[in-house]
């Protein structure tokens, strides 16, 4: 498994290892909140222009799109050869132009959220590989070179754009304009849920899993009678597709937690808000707290970790579902805002 993953696609994350040290020396300070944001947007937009910059034109025509273009919508959890993506393919790119897209993408999320996306990533090389559970052979084409950049809208300090990476089982959509942010609609997911990469156990979405579990069973007899509906929830309920439409939350709600409780709930949430890199994450985090009363906990299934138990999160600005395909090492996810998915609200501004 260790040879089998050293793939030029992910050659540079070693060579990214200054970068990151420099991420994490600019993320220790910490000035207010909104000027934290806006230095975050221009370090995001100087590594994007390298990027275009180290394309072509045909290149540059692949990964730029206006931003009141249909390509904000074209994502999904699908791979390549089912689902069609019209951006910069990772696989059509030379090592330089991928170690720039890769330092962007370690400039734009956090350092754990660089990580997962990573692990994401190479979760669908192994599954491409023999034996690793992808479709052999046909139109379905799985790995690390099936996946996508593009900007939609030009990358701007002050104007409105969008970062969209993604491929199967992931899709990160990051709005930016100015000082605020969005990432919503993005969704993290993953196949296999659990492998092995250079000796060690890797599970992209384990902590989301385990600090559900860890809180559905911190709750008592009562609080579990309302989290756990009485209905099965298979699917995701708003995943691709699913733009606009309303659900009405369900479950425990937070107030009806104690203090400890809504902590761990709060720790969850992270897990998702805190993809993005802490200049944005931080007020994201800051608005989901103010708005923890309005916010539900939901859950179907099984109870025991180790099951597969779906598990929904829902607030005035945030959705959040967790949805394992009839088996816990095939995972779905979704990620939204509803007063501010692709960005919407802070667009409009």
Known sequence: MRSMLRLPVLAPLGLLAALTATGLA???AAPPASAAAAAATARIVKA??????????AGRAKLQFAFDSTQKSNWSNLPSGIYERHSLRMGDLTPPQKAAVLALLETALSRDGYRKVMEIVRGDEVLRRPGGGGAPGGRVAFGEAEYYLAFVGTPSTTAAWMLQFGGHHLAINLTMAGSAASMAPSLPAAQPAKYTF?????????????KAFELINALDAGQRSQAVLGSTVADLVLGPGQDGKVIQPEG????????????????????????????FAEPRMA????????TWFAWSGPTTNGSAA???????????????????????TIYRDPTNDYGAKIAAK
């Open 26 to 28: 600019q993320r220790s």
């Open 48 to 57: 994007a222009q390298a990027v275009a910059a180290s394309l072509d034109d």
């Open 198 to 210: 250079e000796g060690k156990e890797i599970r992209p979405l384990g902590r989301e899993n385990d």
């Open 252 to 279: 425990l709600k937070a107030s009806a937690m104690t203090p400890a409780q809504q902590t761990m709930l709060l720790g969850i949430v992270r897990e998702w808000a805190g993809i993005m890199t802490d200049g």
């Open 287 to 294: 608005e989901i707290r103010a708005n923890l009363p309005q």
């Open 310 to 332: 779906y598990f929904r999160i829902q607030g005035p600005t945030l959705v959040i579902e967790y949805a394992p395909q009839r088996t816990i090492d095939h995972i779905h």
